[in-house]
């Protein structure tokens, strides 16, 4: 299909702190927030009716009706859209494939509209905010408080999806406490090792209920730390991706050849 092509990065939380519930059940969250040069194509273009095709190598279980959050993007925009969407992120998996996605097409709309984005789009889901700004933040609120962090090095990973969907809601119901503590200070221009040390101290604290959900997730964390040069591994989100630091890109395309496991997605990326 020819259009307006779209690119929907890849998110990744670096930290993932939840700090309290609201009155309405969602919770409330410090996260560090970064963008992998990976990511789901897009192209779009104004039609009588909505229509969306899904291609692409991870398209498979991907809702294709009104249901899917593209659709539901143009319909908050209050746009006829005809689209084409490559999968190329797993989804259910801590990355917000989905919301990326959403974000893409909010942005796109907006820009041949005129029209403003409703809301940060947080009407479509709490991390549709963050990937509408779609580079390194701090994300707080439920996710629809968004502060860019303009001064984070370019950092080397990994990232492990062990083949898993893991439900965001069932992960957030099993966490043992919801009033933990916030995020340190992130020291101003920090390079990357002072960036491996402060992240060292922080936390994702959905980790412990996702490998409750599925133990596979304690599998990938280990085999990625296990790799040569890895820095730090964590999940990322709800899970059940996870992520290993590096301090260069050979060092990362390494450690994806040694995590080749059958049925494992896995990929060398680069967050900024
Ligand atoms: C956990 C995070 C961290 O960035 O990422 P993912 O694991 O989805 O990638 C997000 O907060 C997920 O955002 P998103 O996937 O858009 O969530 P939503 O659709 O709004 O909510 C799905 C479910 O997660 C729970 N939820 C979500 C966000 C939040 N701040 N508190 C919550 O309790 C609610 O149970 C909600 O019903
Ligand atoms: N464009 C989309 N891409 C992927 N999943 C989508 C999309 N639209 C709706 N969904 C639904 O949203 C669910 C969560 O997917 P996703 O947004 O990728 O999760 P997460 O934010 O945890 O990575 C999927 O199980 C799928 O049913």
Not at 22 to 35: E, I, P, W
Not at 214 to 232: E, H, K, N, R, S
Request: aromatic share 4%.
């Amino acid at each position: 299909m020819t259009g307006t092509e779209v690119f929907a990065s890849a998110k990744i939380n670096l930290t993932l702190h939840v700090t309290g519930q609201r009155a309405d059940g969602y919770h409330l969250l410090d996260s560090l927030v970064v963008f992998a040069d990976i990511g789901d194509r897009l192209w779009l273009r104004m039609a009588q009716e909505p229509d969306l095709s899904v291609t692409g190598p991870m398209a498979a279980g991907v809702p294709t009706g009104p249901e899917n959050l593209v659709l539901r993007a143009a319909a908050l925009m209050g746009a006829q859209a005809e689209i084409q969407l490559e999968k190329h992120l797993p989804s259910a998996a801590g990355i917000g494939g989905g919301s990326s996605d959403a974000a893409a097409v909010l942005r796109a709309l907006s820009g041949m509209t005129g029209r403003p984005v409703p809301d940060q789009g947080l009407a479509l889901g709490a991390d549709v905010p963050v990937c509408l700004l779609a580079q390194a933040a701090m994300m707080r609120g439920i996710g629809e408080q968004v502060e860019a962090v303009t001064d984070l090095p370019e950092i080397a990973a990994v990232l492990v999806n062990p083949g898993v969907e893991v439900p965001t809601g069932a992960v957030f119901k099993g966490l043992a406490r919801k009033d933990n503590p916030p995020m340190t200070q992130l020291p101003v221009g920090v390079d990357l090792p002072g960036l491996v040390t402060w992240l060292a101290q922080q936390r994702n604290d959905l980790e412990a209920p996702a490998r409750a959900v599925q133990p596979v997730i304690g599998t990938a964390l280990d085999a990625i730390a296990a790799q040569a040069g890895c820095l730090l591994a964590r999940m990322s989100g709800s899970g059940a991706t996870c992520f290993g630091l590096f301090a260069d890109a050979e060092q990362a395309q390494q450690a994806a050849a040694g995590l080749n496991r059958p049925g494992w997605w896995v990929r060398a990326v680069a967050l900024r």
